[in-house]
Nanobody
Framework: QVQLVESGGGLVQPGESLRLSCAASGRIYSIDAMGWYRQAPGKQRDLVAAITSGGSTNYADSVKGRFTISRDNAKNTVYLQMNSLKPEDTAVYYC?????????????WGQGTQVTVSS
């Protein structure tokens, strides 16, 4: 099977930065799109940023210009650099990946990592 392991969350003050990482491991032939989603208390889970295997990116309007998604295909790892953090960025951030095995593609979620932005 495939596991997505996240790290980098924590508590920061407004205006500060965090860098999240998510490493995929297991039975992986290749990975197509990878992305980051977030879910605040009482809210639904929404897309933050996504990146294809070729490096094409897509961002939610609320994070454009502040967040940057990137990936290292050799390490099966995706990153989310979060700058100029705001209190409204507070949420559990989840990694997501479309992973190819031998003959078919499956979608996987990480366990989530808490990001709290507060004074």
């Amino acid at each position: 099977q495939v596991q997505l392991v996240e790290s980098g969350g924590g508590l920061v003050q407004p205006g500060e930065s965090l860098r999240l990482s998510c490493a995929a491991s297991g039975r992986i032939y290749s990975i197509d799109a990878m992305g980051w989603y977030r879910q605040a208390p009482g809210k639904q889970r929404d897309l933050v940023a996504a990146i294809t295997s070729g490096g094409s990116t897509n961002y939610a309007d609320s994070v454009k210009g502040r967040f940057t998604i990137s990936r290292d295909n050799a390490k099966n790892t995706v990153y989310l650099q979060m700058n100029s953090l705001k209190p409204e960025d507070t949420a559990v951030y989840y990694c997501n990946a479309d992973v190819w095995g031998t003959t078919f593609r499956s979608n996987y979620w990480g366990q989530g990592t808490q990001v709290t932005v507060s004074s």
